[in-house]
């Protein structure tokens, strides 16, 4: 069997609990040919637990790629897990010849990924050959059992709920490396200024601060999970038709609901960020006219921890029946990681690639335009959320 070099870019707290991991459990398909952080500190950490050597360590993903260039380092892919939007270090890989899995959210903004969609144009490249979007909901097998069941039955409604409290609490497993002090305002300034110019360009420059972190870190953070998901199940999210968010301190909770893209049928979802909450449940139901079908996703930085498929039927014999299926030995990150592998050899796996992206992007700005108005903001008109 081949080995797999991947490069690991951005050494945080997804890639400490999970990506690291499932690479060295599967150390007969994979090797970490490279890690990248802005932090030489936790860099050099992270090589020592998992023996990467000195001169496959790097500050950015451009010195990742110059020495690939020179022929100094040979890397088959990359697992991009930094901070923020990733769309500009996908289209740098793609152009230096690296298989990408981005991290959610893969873009901020639609021009971002018209950026990859023009770059494919030139080239004459398949981004479907090139890069993967980090659903890993969609490389569950419980998500890929309930797409099965639910191409036969006559929808009725569809509800999220997610239930989030502090990251640390789902973390605290995980051990993750205390935080390093050596990256430098000025080395961190010019990137944040990138971010905040992309964002004005989506959402606006006048947009409260509140409103642009609900957009950033919440819908396009967590929620575009959602979204993602319901765009493989069901064929995505159509008009957002009310939006509320409240609560005493940010990030609160947020209340959406309208209709699915194909059809008529209402959704609503719901996510609470509540500090204290005992654990982390995300709940998608899709009630039908036989009955119901219902996935329960846990804390999804723990590896192995199966989601349950719950499906409600009327049954001849027992009148009503409601039976649990859960995958105990199948990791949706694990398989999320062999489909980084097909792609280096040349197959199309399933999953989320730029043309969804898009597709996700759009419906958070629906959401966000929405939230914006609940409140009494009305977004610039040459934004893109705006459109």
Not at 11 to 31: C, D, K, M, W
Not at 104 to 127: M, N, V
Not at 170 to 195: E, N
Not at 271 to 286: G, K, L, M, R, S
Request: hydrophobic content about 45%; glycine content about 6%; aromatic content about 6%.
């Amino acid at each position: 069997m081949s080995i797999t070099r991947v490069a690991v870019i951005g050494l945080g707290a997804i890639s400490q609990s999970v990506h690291l991991p499932l690479l060295r459990r599967n150390a007969e398909s994979f090797e970490i040919a490279a890690l990248v952080d802005l932090s030489a500190e936790r860099t050099a950490d992270m090589a020592a637990r998992y023996g990467v050597a000195d001169d496959r360590r790097f500050s950015s993903v451009d010195a990742l790629i110059a020495a690939k260039d020179e022929g100094a380092l040979v890397i088959d892919a990359a697992i991009l897990a930094t901070t923020g939007s990733h769309a500009g270090d996908t289209l740098r890989l793609v152009r230096a010849g690296i298989r990408v899995l981005a991290e959610k959210p893969l873009a901020y903004s639609l021009a971002e990924l018209d950026a990859l969609a023009a770059h494919a144009a030139e080239t004459g490249i398949d981004l479907r050959d090139w890069v993967r979007v980090g659903y890993m909901k969609e490389y569950d097998l419980a998500s890929r059992r309930a797409k099965e069941l639910l191409a036969d039955v006559d929808l009725r409604a569809v509800s999220v709920q997610v239930m989030h409290p502090l990251d640390g609490s789902q973390l605290a497993y995980a051990r993750l490396a205390a935080p390093t002090g050596d990256v430098s305002r000025d080395t961190l300034a010019p990137l944040i200024d990138a971010t905040s110019a992309i964002v004005d360009s989506a959402v606006g420059s006048d947009l409260p601060v509140d409103l642009r972190a609900l957009y950033t870190n919440v819908v396009l953070g967590s929620i575009v999970h959602d979204v993602g998901l319901l765009r493989m199940l069901v064929g995505g999210l159509g008009d957002v038709d009310f939006a509320q968010h409240w609560g005493r301190k940010m990030p609160g909770s947020v209340h959406l609901r309208g209709a699915l893209a194909r059809d008529e049928t209402p959704w609503t979802l719901d996510w609470h960020y509540i500090d204290a909450y005992p654990d982390y449940q995300e709940t998608v139901t899709f009630h039908h006219e036989t009955g119901s079908i219902e996935l329960v996703f846990g804390v999804p930085y723990v590896t192995n921890l199966p989601t349950i498929l719950r499906v409600t039927e009327n049954h001849p014999e027992l009148g009503i029946r409601v039976s649990e299926s859960r995958w105990m030995q199948q990791e949706a990150f694990e398989n999320e990681l062999f489909a980084l592998a097909a792609l280096v050899r040349g197959e199309r796996p399933d999953g989320a690639s730029v043309e969804e992206s898009i597709a996700d992007v759009r419906v958070g700005q629906r959401m966000i335009r929405a939230l914006a108005l609940s409140k009494g903001f009305a977004l610039d008109p040459s934004t893109e959320a705006a459109q």
